[in-house]
């Protein structure tokens, strides 16, 4: 039983680029949430599929955008690119019951790496 | 913002130690997890803990949920060179019916020397 699966696993860009990550989510999961961790602190929230449509948003500008696809995974898509974007990007999928409290499962990120 | 703030932040103590780490919002939360990440790795979830005063085991470790459901510990006994990693706590709080989200803890790296 495969568990959430990210890729690229490391990527160096440049400043004002694009790029664009994947997650495969947990087998029987349907929720894709995406966390940005920074070195030396906790993740946080960047927003949250399910359904493919984005349920929920943290703090983070346009320039971050998602995508959720049929089959439940997803990408994440960041356009011009600074270096404070640099940082370890992690997605954990879930399974949307009745209520929530349901554990997430955490790939083991992309690092990106902005010059 | 609903923060978290864990301490200490950094924790080094020798192997057979007991140690507490705690977290700690003004805000309520539906739910609170506690995770360990090892460097390289995603964190892996250890406990989620939903009604206020609960208390759960897992071997040496245990945790518990504040009466208010504003604030966690966790408590390891006796640790290991294997319990070294970052250990993070996330509140959860959902949004009407549409979604959750996690808020993480700064985070709390131990080393445990053997």
């Known amino acids: 039983d495969a568990g959430v699966t990210q890729s690229p696993t490391h990527l160096i860009k440049t400043r004002g680029q694009q790029v664009t990550l994947r997650c495969s989510p947990k087998?029987?999961?349907?929720?894709v949430s995406w966390y940005q961790q920074a070195l030396g602190q906790g993740p946080q929230f960047i927003f949250q599929?399910?359904?493919?449509?984005?349920?929920q948003r943290g703090n983070f500008p346009d320039r971050f955008s998602g995508h959720q696809f049929p089959n439940y995974s997803s990408e994440l898509n960041v356009n011009a690119l600074l270096l404070g974007d640099s940082a370890l990007y992690l997605c954990?999928?879930?399974?949307?019951?009745?209520?929530?409290?349901?554990?997430?499962?955490f790939g083991d990120g992309t690092r990106l790496s902005i010059l | 913002t609903q923060l978290l703030e864990q301490s200490p932040q950094f924790l080094s103590i020798q192997e057979g130690e007991n140690l507490t780490v705690y977290c700690n919002s003004s805000?309520?939360?539906?739910?609170l997890q506690w995770y360990r990440q090892e460097p390289g790795e995603g964190p892996v979830l250890l406990v989620t803990?939903?009604?206020?005063?609960e208390v759960k085991k897992l071997k040496r470790l245990t945790f518990q949920f504040g009466d208010a459901r504003k604030d966690s510990s966790l408590h390891i006994t006796a640790a290991q060179p294997g319990d070294t990693g970052l250990y993070l706590c996330?509140?959860?709080?959902?949004?009407?019916?549409?979604?959750?989200?996690?808020?993480f803890g700064t985070g709390t790296s131990l080393t445990v020397i053997p």
């Open positions: 954990a999928s879930s399974r949307r019951l009745q209520g929530f409290n349901q554990p997430q499962h």
């Open positions: 087998s029987g999961h349907d929720t």
């Open positions: 599929y399910y359904e493919e449509e984005e349920r």
């Open positions: 805000s309520v939360f539906s739910s």
């Open positions: 803990v939903v009604t206020g005063g």
């Open positions: 996330a509140g959860e709080d959902i949004w009407a019916n549409t979604g959750n989200q996690f808020y």
